[in-house]
C-alpha cells in the first residue's frame, strides 16, 4: 500500500511539476516577445497616427453594435462613450435583446429613438426584429428591438442590420476611450484588409471617475477582488494575447471590445448562437475560413486601444463569470478539436490549440492537483514535504514574481507611472495571489469543465452597478 | 537533487525578487522625472502661450523667451505648434513655424535622428515634417543611407514630397518597399498638383497599390483635371481598378455625358452596377430613369437600395418611385422602393 501511494506521490509531483516548468517557461517566452514589441513603441508619438487617420479619406466606416440584454443601468454610457468616439464615419446600432427590464425605454427616452420602416438584409438568420428606432438627435444612432435570442443572436441582428464594411462589438456595460476605435482599425486600415479582425485591450474600470461617457481619472478601487482582477488581466495581456498576436496565433479577442470584417464574419456564418463563447467560436471558426481559402489574412491584437469594462465585485459574481468562461473555452477546444494537431491547419493546430488545451483549458485542474499535492504531501513525510516546497515555490514564481512584473514592466512601458502608493498595493496584493486568489479561480473554473460535462449551461447573469455609479458601491 | 532544486528555485526567487525590487525603484525615480519634466513643459505652456499666440497670430515682435532651453520646453513648443498646426490653416503661421523650427528646433531633431531608439527617431522624422525642417534634408537623405526601418523610410518619403518632389518620385520608382494603399494616400495627398498629375500619367508603370491609392487621392483632389484620365480607366481590364475610377468619378461629382456609364448598368459585377446606380445622382433624372428602373429591380439589394436612393433624392423622385411602385412586378424592388419612399417623406 505504501508502496503503491510512493509511486502514485512521485508520478503525480512528477506530471505536476513538468507542467509547471512548461507553464513557466512558456510565459517567461511570450513575456519577453511582449516586452520587445511594447518596447520598441517606447515614448512613440501616438497622435501623428491619429491626426493622420482622422479624415474619412483614409479610414474606412464602422457600424459600432452593442448588444444589450437588462443593461438599463450602465447601456446610456456606453452610446455616449461610441458618441464620443474621434472616428470619421461610425454608426451605432443598440440591439435590445428582448430585456426584461427599462433598457428599451431608457435607450428611446435618453436618444430620441423615432420608429423607422427598414427592411433588414437578411446575411445571418436570427430572431425576429420587432422594431427598428433611429434617433432624433443622432442620425447615425439606431435601436433594434428584437425577440431575446441571447448576446450572439443579438450581435447576428447588428450584422444584418449594419451597413458598413467592418463592424465593432461593445459591451452593453463598456467604456471606449476616445482613439481606442482609431487605433484598433490602424492593423486593418494599413494591411489594407489583410488583418480581417482585430481586438483591443479591455481594462477594469471599477473606481475609474465618469462624465458623459468618458473616463476622466482612473483609481485603484478599494475592494481587494477587483485589483486582483486588475492584476490579472495585465498578465494575460502581457502574458499572451501581444506575442500570440505577432504569429496570428490570438484564438480569443474579446467580445467587448473587437473589429471583424463584415464579408468574413458573414462567410463564417456569424456568432454561434449554440454555444457560450461565442467571441471565441468566430475567431476560430474565420480562421478555419482562412485556411479553407487559403488567403493570407490575419487576426490582431492591438496593445493600445483601450476599453473600460466592470469586473465584478462579489465572490458570488465573479465565480459566476469565470466557470462560464472557462465552460465557454472548454466548448469551443472541443468543438474544433479536429483542428489540434491538424497539419491542415498550421500553427494554429500545432501551437495555438495545444496551447489552450494544456494551459488555459486543462492547467486548472493540474494546478488545483498541485495545491491538493501540497496540502497531502505535508502529511506524509519528510521526501513529500521537500517535494512540496518545490512546487510552492513553482506557485510562487507562475503567480507572484509573474504578476509583479507585468504591474512594473505595463507602468514602464505604457507610460502610465501609478501613484506610489497603488503601485506598493498591487505589488502586496501580489504577494496574497497564490494563497486565495489563485485557488479560488482554480476551483471555480475547473467547476466550469464539469459543467460542460454534465452539459449545464444556466447561467445567472451579472448583477451591475454601472461604471459611473461604481465610485459610490466600491 | 530535490534539496538542490529548492535551493535553486529560492535563488531563482530572490534574484527575481531584487531585480523587480530595483525595478521598482527606477519606476517611482522615473516617475518623479517625469513629473518634474511635464511640470517645466507646463509652466512653459502658462507663460508663454499668449506670447506664442501674439507671435503667430498677431505679429509682435519675435521674443527671446520663445526660445526654448532643454527638452521639457521643446515639448512644449511642440504641443502649441501641433495644435496651431491642426486648428488653424494660415500661410503665415505655417511659415513661423518653419522659420522657428529650422532655426531653434532643428539641433534637437538632428540629434534625435542619431539615437539608438526607434521611437525617438520616428518623433524626430514627425516633427521634421510637421514643422517643415527643410534645412534637415540633407541629413535625412545621409539617415536614409543607415539601416532603417519600413516605417522610417516611409516618413522619409513624405518629408522628400514635400521638401523635394522629384526626390520624391524618383524614391518612388525605385523603392524595393510595397507600403499599402492607405500610406500611398497619406502621401499623394500632400504633393501639390502638377506633381501629382505627372504620377498619375505613369498610371501604367506603378504597381497596384500605387495605382488604387492615385485613384483615390484624384477623387479626393476634387480636380476636374483628373476626370478624362479616369474615364479613361473606365476601359482598364483590372475590375478593381473600374470599380475605383467610377467611385472616384461619383466623388468628383461632374458627370458631362452619361453614355460611357450606360454599358456598366448591365455589369456582370454588382459593385460596378452599384456605382453606377450612385453616379446617377449627379445626372437628371429624365436621363437616367430607365436605367435606374432596371437597378431598382437588380438582383444584388444593395443596388436596388442605392437606385431607389438615387431617385429619392432628385426632385421628381419620389414621385417617379410611386409610379414606379404602381406598375413593377417585382416585390423585392417595389419593397425597396416603398421603404424608401416612407423614409423620405419621414425626413420631410
Redesign the interface.
Known sequence: MRLFLDYCMWFFGGIIMFYMLFVIVSYCAMFVIAMLDLRKRYKLDPSEYDDAHIDAFYSKPVSLLVPAYNEEVGVVDTVYSLLNLRYPQTEIIIINDGSTDTTLQTVIEHFRMKPVDKIVHTNIPSKQVKQIYESEIYKNCILVDKENGGKADALNVGINVSQYPYFCSIDGDSILDEKSLLRVMKPIILSDGEVIAAGGNIRIANGAKMQLGSVTETHLPNNYLVIMQIIEYLRAFLMGRIALSKFNLVLIISGAFSVFSKKWAVEAGGYSTNIIGEDMELVVNIHRLIRKKKEKKRIEFVPDPVCWTEAPQTLGVLRNQRRRWHQGLFESLWKHKSMTFNPKYGLIGFISLPYFWLVECLGPIVELGGYIYIVVAFFLGKIYYEMAIVLLLLFVIYGVIFSIASILFEAWSLNTYPRKRELLRMIFLSFTEIFWYRPLTLLWRCEGLIRFVLRKSDWGNMKRVGIAEKEKSV | M??L??SF??T??VV??VI?FL??IY??F??QR?IRFSNTRDTFLQNHSQHWYNYLMNDEIFSVVLVPRGRAQVAAIEKIF?SYL?NIMDEKVEHKIKEFSNLYLKKFYEKDLSSK????R??AL?RIA?FQIDELLDTCQQFEKDKISEGEYFQLLKIYSTFQPELFIEKIKESSVNY????Y??LF?LLEDDVFIRLFEEFDSWNK?IQLASI?TAA?KRNMQYIDKLKQLLTHEVSEIKIRALKGLYEIGVIDEIDPYVPFVKSDMWEVRLMVAKIFKHVPLNYTYAYLELLLEDEN?WVRSQAAKTMAENREGIAKLQQFMESSNDQYAI??A??TV??RQ?IK
Request: aromatic residues 10%; glycine residues 2%.
Open positions: 530535490i534539496e532544486s529548492i528555485l529560492l531563482a526567487i527575481f525578487l523587480l525595478f521598482a519606476l517611482l522615473q516617475h517625469e501641433s491642426k531608439r526607434w521611437s525617438i520616428m518623433n514627425y510637421d499599402s494603399e492607405s500610406e494616400r497619406r495627398v497599390n483615390d479626393v439589394w419593397e425597396m416603398q421603404e416612407v423614409r419621414g
